[in-house]
């Protein structure tokens, strides 16, 4: 089992940053590809960005060149770097992780086995 905790979210004006956390314990991440997802008020889950093991990226449309994701494996963590947040960004946001997933795959929220509880990003205009 793997335990994700995400942390780094909160208020912020349009054009502001925030950086995202992942931490994981029970398992290293090392092998696992881990996604980040949000979900904001009224909307379906929405794939932002994943990494996988060989450090292959995927980013979805709306975030690239504004988002960055990043993996540690010494801390087990995976970051997301968001910057020149718009109002639209805001979401709660989750981490997922899951392993053998393929590149073509990686945006797909099912192909993940683990996930966090989320941490909130309101974006003010």
């Known amino acids: 089992q793997v335990q994700l905790v995400e942390s780094g979210g909160g208020l912020v004006q349009a054009g502001g940053s925030l950086r995202l956390s992942c931490v994981a314990s029970?398992?290293?991440?090392?092998?696992?590809?881990v996604g980040w997802f949000r979900q904001g008020p009224g909307k379906e889950r929405e794939f932002v960005a994943a990494?996988?093991?060989?450090?292959?990226?995927v980013s979805a449309n709306s975030v690239k060149g504004r988002f960055t994701i990043s993996r540690d494996n010494t801390k087990n963590t995976v970051f997301l770097q968001m910057n020149s947040l718009k109002p639209e960004d805001t979401a709660v946001y989750f981490c997922?992780?899951?392993?053998?997933?393929?590149?073509?795959?990686?945006?797909?929220?099912?192909?993940?086995?683990?996930w966090g509880q989320g941490t909130q990003v309101t974006v003010s205009s």
């Open positions: 990494i996988r093991r060989d450090y292959n990226v």
């Open positions: 029970g398992r290293a991440l090392r092998n696992s590809a």
């Open positions: 997922a992780a899951g392993e053998r997933i393929i590149l073509s795959s990686l945006t797909i929220w099912e192909q993940y086995d683990y």
